[in-house]
């Protein structure tokens, strides 16, 4: 009997050393995987082509959290975890969502067409609420439109923004091609303002922001201070810095108003794991990606280092952004940049940590 009870503690030490060395190994691994994307994110500090905030995330484990550069090079402040960026099109994944909520609430669906909302919207019996989230609308996109860069200045009331591209002929055939479109969320935007009452801004606050504690993450409105916001910047053909010509935040609204920090958009990433925003049956649907779509609920999908990825990138007005989701692999890269950037410039620093991230 004694013989059989050494044998059984010895086996439970064996088993707990096991798990122990185990997590040592996990522990010696993450550390080696921070350096080497610390020391690659240390290397774009050198690049005068960006500055900004990384955070790297794995299985709920902050691997990187850095900020380099400036945020206001006028007057030489640095960038901190806390600075605040603009994020563009990231902007499509809250609207996303608050769409997706109500659905979930019973007072729309997502096949609903836009003319129950928007009675006046020319074809929009054809057109529904799932091809605007989709970009499959056909209905073209208001920011690539000859007359909006000579009008981007002024300040335009919703209705306007919408007035400016609904009477333009729609591009395809509505569900019969994916193109992205802003305007496709300008509606959504609308939509959103007609079934809940409240203003975009109000609602995406209440439901979305406020039961998360992201408390660093607005609208950009001309007449509201927000502290620790970056200012914005695009890189000339002499390689140097400069101002970013102004465009009137107010036409950017439900596609690409918001702005955010990387610690309140892993935030959001967390939030989308779980079922405090919306439930199960709801996320499965945000991120129900079929073979052959571009973009799914607001969100593109690819693929970097071999891993399955659905992400969102930003370009406006000086500032360029990403937040990419590995979801089968439980892992987030979110950049924030207040230097505009290509999207393949983008692209390139997102592969270059995956590579790290997924070694």
Known sequence: MRVKKRVIFLLIIFTFGLLNGCGKSTKKVNEELTNKINAYVDTLSKD???????????????????????????????????????????????????????EQKGVLSVEDTVVKYIPSYP????????????????????????????????????????????????????????????????????????????????????YLLKPLKMNNTGLIENEVIIKNKANGYNVNEEGKLENVIYQDPSRWFSSSGMYSTIGDLYLWDRALYGEKIIDKKQINKFFNAEEGKDYVNGWSLDSYAGHKVIFQTNNVSGFSGSISRFIKDDSTIIVLSNITMSKDEMDKIVSNISVYLFQ
Do not use: C, W
């Open 48 to 102: 005068k082509n960006f500055s900004g905030a990384v955070l790297v995330a794995k299985k709920g484990t902050i691997l990187t959290n850095k900020a380099i550069g400036n945020a206001n090079y006028e007057l030489t402040v640095s960038t901190n975890l806390d600075t605040k960026f603009r994020i563009g099109n990231i902007t499509n994944s809250f609207t996303a969502a608050a769409i997706l909520q109500m």
């Open 123 to 206: 074809k929009g019996d054809k057109i529904t609420i799932s091809q605007l989230l989709n970009h499959t609308s056909g209905i073209p996109n208001y920011t690539t439109l000859d007359e909006f860069n000579s009008v981007a200045r002024l300040n335009y009331p919703l209705q306007k923004v919408i007035d400016s591209f609904k009477s333009k002929p729609l591009e395809f055939v509505p569900g019969s091609k994916n193109k992205y479109s802003d305007s496709n969320y300008i509606l959504l935007g609308f939509i959103i303002e007609k079934i809940s009452g409240k203003k975009y801004f109000d609602y995406i606050n209440e």
